[in-house]
């Protein structure tokens, strides 16, 4: 494919700003600005976040419960203005694949895929809103940005490189299960973040003083409780947050463990600069881990274990692409 297509450009373009959407929706959970705006697609009614006096005592009159804190506003604000651009963008991606459906060579499925992933994304970020940060809906909105992330890289690696499916081996059914295991991490990591449940547990390694914590399994996978309308803050016991911490660094310490046997068997079996990566990241995500508990959720270390978790699984589809390839890019 010609660098210098349209299709080629958008892709890279799109790609670089669903890592920024990712990270910015982050931030705005971490800030607790999840409902800065408590409607959408405006804030208080408006296109932007109110600020003048006159237009605060209007926000304010209709939505009377919720006083504008024009801070976490302009976050979840400036959060949508960049979710709204990257639809736009896989929006014309679509259009574009199907101008070019007759080229053999110009992906189709992958366009279609981002498409309806990015208009349920926009769903579950309304949703988010009116249904008051319900988490198991927070914790899809966030999956759906690692998976629109994801496509996105797919597509972007397609267009340039062609179809990886050339080769199938051992290593290649290997890569792709590790890829698996790394998003059910992140699945975890989603309902930890939407439980409130990063530092209930504030020392390391043990959980409150407990190698294995009293667990309440039933209550960690409770969706919703009847009367809230509001789960900012969260809404379940102790017992529940801890079971859900605990399974999320049960969940590390496994990936951790089969992440790090697919980079060795990379150093062994020829590819020792991307086995070295992946040791190096998972190094990187394991100590912002271990950081969000010492020191208690610091806002960048928080938003930096997002990003390089984004990372972890964008370098593993990559591998995965290229031991497609018949030749290593």
Known sequence: MDKSSISYRLSLFALILAGCVVLLGAYTRLVDAGLGCPDWPGCYGFLT?????????????????????????WAEMVHRYFAGTLGLLIAALAVL???????????????????????????????????GLLPVIVMGHLLGGFTTLSLLLLLYLNIRDGNAAAVNSSLRTGAMIVVAVVAMQITLGGWTSANYAAIICSDFPTCQGHWIPPLDLSGALQISSHGVTSYLGGHLGNDARVTIHWMHRLGALITSIIVLALALNLMLRGWPRFGAWLLLVLVIQISLGISNVVFSLPLPVAVAHNGVAALLLLSLLALVHYLGLEKPA
């Open 97 to 131: 694949s199907i101008k070019h459906r007759k080229d053999q060579n110009s992906p189709q499925l992958l366009p279609a895929l981002l498409l309806g992933t990015v208009i349920f994304q926009a769903a579950l970020g309304m949703w988010t809103v009116t249904l």
């Open 49 to 73: 976040v109110p600020e003048t006096p006159e237009d605060v005592e209007t926000a304010e009159s209709a939505y009377p419960h919720t006083p504008v804190e024009a801070e976490k506003a």
